[in-house]
């Protein structure tokens, strides 16, 4: 029986997935040998030996440490693409929030409750609650990916120019754009072009503050600033500078924290992204059949510490976790080789400090084979699925 822990609420349409027979699911396992989180920062947590794997249902990782999983062994998936449309879909609202001033205006218009004439205050009112349309503006997203990408084609469909910038643009992503998005490969175009500008990257150290004084100094006046994928990269403090000097005219940010609570001109909701029924589902599902397919087969499919990798076998699978380092590969055949065993299949990836070797083993592969590959220098990690 193989027991899952959930950190988060997940969706029951994904933990529904796991078949009762196999899999206990509770939030209070003793020693787990998967994890399913949405928010909950795992920094600080120890794993126990059994953890094979952990599933983010949803698309940031900076709650999880992934370098020290992978150096313990334990794979890290993530569910890209399943909140996307949810993300997107706040963008464009954030859009017009930016844009009409909808939210002051409301607030007004519920202040009048009791009053009397109101539809006539309102009337009387509303000028000083217009903003301008997006049609024929310049939007400039940083972060062409899932989620940027949905975004891009939909602005156009909504009329305005599209620049966008990602130094990472995988092709499958470039094909979905809209013929009509401009990709720059200087970040510095989207800063000096834009009347919006929305950030779809990950957090990590290096994009903290991706946007800061210098980068707002660079930007049209008025600027409109949206950022609904995580606060760290954008420095909140030359945000509410540039809202007071009239530089940015409106942010509408995802992340609260006490410098932009409460600040006029910017609009704050409490990381609602992926906040949809439909995204919860799909990411929950999505981080259910990763951890399964990973648990029964050994196939790595979205991990953001382990290279992806698949494979079919006839015989037994044997599945290593290990350094990427000269000479392991041929250690490890060797190993399974001098048990007198033949390798029918191999599949090795690799991605940065990590590799991954799956073989699809012929004969009886007993204890002792994996216990001669552990003992190899650098392997971290070894599983037989028979
Ligand atoms: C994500 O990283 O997938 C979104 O920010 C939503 C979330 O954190 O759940």
């Not at 990782?61 to 370098?67: G, L, M, T, Y």
């Not at 800061?212 to 049209?220: W, Y």
């Not at 000269?326 to 191999?346: F, H, Q, R, W």
Request: charged share 20%.
């Amino acid at each position: 029986m193989y027991n899952i822990q959930t950190l988060n609420k997940i969706s029951a349409i994904g933990t529904d997935i796991f078949d009762k027979s196999k899999y206990a699911v509770s939030d209070s396992p003793e020693n787990p040998d998967a994890i399913m989180v949405r928010s909950a920062k795992m920094h600080d947590m120890q794993f126990g030996e059994n953890l094979l794997a952990i599933a983010r249902a949803g698309a940031g990782v900076n709650n999880i440490p992934v370098e020290r999983c992978a150096e313990e062994g334990i794979c890290v998936f993530n569910t890209p693409g399943a909140n996307s449309n949810a993300v997107k879909e706040l963008a464009i609202c954030a859009l017009l929030l930016a844009s009409r001033k909808i939210t002051e205006a409301a607030a007004w218009a519920a202040s009048l409750k009791g009053t009397p004439d109101a539809p006539k205050t309102v009337e009387g009112g509303k000028s000083k609650f217009a903003g301008p349309e997006i049609l024929g503006k310049t939007l400039g997203i940083i972060g062409l990916g899932a989620i940027g990408g949905k975004i891009a084609n939909t602005a156009v469909a909504l009329g305005m120019n599209v620049i966008g910038y990602d130094p990472y643009l995988s092709v499958n992503a470039a094909v979905q754009l809209d013929s009509s998005v401009k990709v720059v490969t200087d970040i510095n175009d989207i800063y000096k072009n834009s009347d919006y500008i929305t950030i779809h990257m990950p957090y990590t150290p290096q994009t903290k503050n991706t946007i800061d004084a210098e980068q707002i100094a660079m930007m049209k006046d008025g600027v409109r600033l949206i950022n609904l994928a995580r606060g760290e990269l954008i420095n909140s403090e030359a945000v509410v500078k540039a809202i007071a000097d009239g530089k940015v005219a409106k942010y509408v940010t995802d992340f609260a924290d006490d410098v932009v609570l409460g600040v006029e001109n910017i609009i704050v909701l409490p990381h609602l992204g992926a906040s949809t029924p439909e995204s919860e589902d799909n990411c929950a599902v999505m981080a259910a059949n990763e951890l399964i397919d990973y648990i029964e087969n050994g196939n790595i499919r979205n991990s953001v510490n382990l290279p992806n990798a698949s494979m079919n076998a006839t015989g037994t699978k044997v599945c290593v976790i290990h350094k990427n380092v000269p000479s392991l590969i041929s250690a490890i055949t060797k190993a399974v080789g001098d048990e007198g065993l033949n390798i029918e299949n191999m599949v090795n990836a690799s991605k940065k400090d990590f590799a991954y070797t799956m073989m699809d083993v012929i004969g009886d592969v007993t204890d002792a084979v994996a216990n001669d590959i552990k003992a190899i220098d650098g392997i971290i990690r070894v599983r037989v699925i028979k």
